[in-house]
């Protein structure tokens, strides 16, 4: 298999307004932020696991693209994701297919979004090269994914199902995205520590002055970069 299969609850929570406006929304709009440098007028976006197609007008009204390629191995998800498209200006176009073997030219793509996705998928470094090779020279991945810290928490194991062997810190996925031939810089990453990644109190004991995690002291859940397409990494070089 490519990827772990979603639950049925993971499935009914994508469709829910907590996924759409607590979780998606909100990195888009950090990913936005974190790019720092103009993008080409009207890109052309590949949505990598785009599931149900929520995503799309989100990143419609955040980019203006002028086309959205939408890309889930998932049928039913995609004949959803056909629907969010067909409600939207932008053209879309909708791939059934493996992230790590994308059935699309060369440097056809100014971004990839890869949203929450990485962490289902269990060939992670051909997915990561299949992203870079569909990028055009200097093109953006946008990366928003949880860490294991999350992953691995007792509600998420309960509800969701997941690769564990795969699964990797915040700073594992920054070192795979770079050893990936990919180029960022600090200000090109966040560590988001919003209430619903921390699903062993959700926050609960922040709230109540309990408890009061410091950056750089805390495991880290989500992570969340805006990378350009650059030269390969020679892996000989770092051994």
Not at 50 to 69: E, K, T
Not at 162 to 177: F, W
């Amino acid at each position: 298999m490519p990827f772990v299969p979603e639950t049925a609850f993971g499935i009914w929570f994508l469709r829910t307004h907590t996924w759409e406006h607590h979780v998606l929304r909100v990195a888009i709009n950090d990913l936005k932020r974190l790019i720092g440098t103009p993008l080409p007028e009207a890109p052309v976006i590949v949505d990598v696991g785009c599931g149900q197609g929520i995503s799309f007008r989100l990143l419609a009204d955040a980019f203006q693209p002028r086309r959205i390629v939408g890309i889930d191995y998932h049928k039913p998800s995609l004949a959803l994701a056909a629907q969010a498209g067909s409600r939207i200006a932008t053209e879309t176009e909708l791939l059934h297919g493996d992230c790590a073997a994308l059935q699309l030219p060369d440097a056809s793509a100014d971004i990839v979004f890869c949203h929450q996705t990485f962490h289902h998928l269990v060939e992670q470094e051909r997915a990561l090269a299949e992203f870079r090779r569909v990028l055009k020279p200097g093109g953006v991945l946008l990366f928003a994914e949880s860490t294991e810290a999350y992953i691995k928490s007792w509600v998420i194991r309960l509800l969701f199902r997941h690769p564990m062997h795969v699964q990797k810190s915040a700073d594992g996925y920054l070192e795979m995205i770079r050893q990936g031939g990919f180029t960022f810089g600090a200000n090109n990453v966040s560590l988001p520590y919003l209430w619903w990644s921390r699903a062993k109190d959700f926050g609960l004991f922040e709230r109540l002055g309990l408890h009061r995690p410091q950056p750089g002291k805390r495991r880290e859940t989500l992570v969340n970069v805006a990378a350009r397409k650059g030269s390969k990494v020679n892996p000989a070089v770092h051994r």
